[in-house]
């Protein structure tokens, strides 16, 4: 389960960045309130998504980090929860998968597939809170969190964006959020910062927009002897 919940919150941030900020007004004044109309639009145009994606956890107390790569796929469907899947290459091959209200972990260094209910899930763990993003609608998001401009900032790379803070308004299991969008209002970095200070940073690149993607590219293939275990 802790491995699901590591890999569960680059599922949340790939949510966070597509649905987060899918406002259809807001009060917001100057640039704040043009990051977030672009962050509409991004929303309002984007069918799919493949991007790699690379996650760096920090433990504050041992001041140590732990970086994941991978690539993942993300597919919105109409009056249903996306598609998402994070195929991890390195340290180890690991595969998520999120549909239907299932999920899926896949070990193959293990032979081993974790299946179970995605809301069951996000009961568990630290992350408790910061999974609820993965189901919040969008007047959730904007009555849950009151939203700060940081200023201009370059990612790893040297993509121009703008950083954003998130502060929920009411006390969660971390502190807060945070989200670096690009020119074109989509979100290519998130960091998740828990009440430890821990915290969780995923930046997406090499972005594919709105290119084909099957809803069979989401259904884990499992060796038939491999050992399924309830989540």
Do not use: C
Not at 23 to 35: N, R, Y
Not at 44 to 65: G, P, Q
Not at 161 to 173: C, G, I, R, S, V
Not at 188 to 195: R, Y
Request: charged share 25%.
């Amino acid at each position: 389960m802790k491995t699901f919940l590591r890999l569960g919150f680059v599922a949340v941030a790939l949510i966070l960045f597509f649905n987060a900020f899918a406002v259809t007004e807001t009060k917001a004044q100057g640039i704040l309130g043009d990051i977030l109309k672009r962050m509409e639009v991004n929303h309002n145009t984007l069918v799919s998504l493949r991007a790699d994606v690379k996650m760096v956890k920090y433990d504050s107390l041992l001041k140590e980090s732990d970086t994941t790569e991978g690539k993942s796929i993300y597919l919105p469907l109409k009056g249903r929860d996306a598609l998402v899947r994070i195929d991890w290459t390195k340290p180890a091959q690991e595969t998520l998968a999120v549909a239907e209200g299932q999920y899926v972990l896949f070990r193959p260094r293990l032979n081993q597939a974790i299946i179970g209910n995605a809301k069951n899930a996000k009961g568990s763990g630290k992350a408790n809170s910061a999974l609820s993003f993965m189901n919040m609608s969008k007047g959730q998001l904007k009555a849950n969190y009151n939203i700060k401009y940081l200023g201009q900032e370059n990612v790893s790379g040297g993509i121009p964006t703008w950083h954003l803070e998130l502060t929920p308004k009411t006390a969660q299991n971390y502190k807060s959020a945070e989200l670096w969008v690009d020119s074109d209002g989509m979100p290519i970095q998130a960091k998740v910062v828990e009440k430890n200070n821990d915290t969780i940073t995923i930046l997406l690149s090499k972005l594919e927009k709105n290119k084909t993607i099957n809803t069979n590219d989401f259904v884990v293939k499992l060796p038939k002897n491999v050992k399924r275990i309830n989540g």
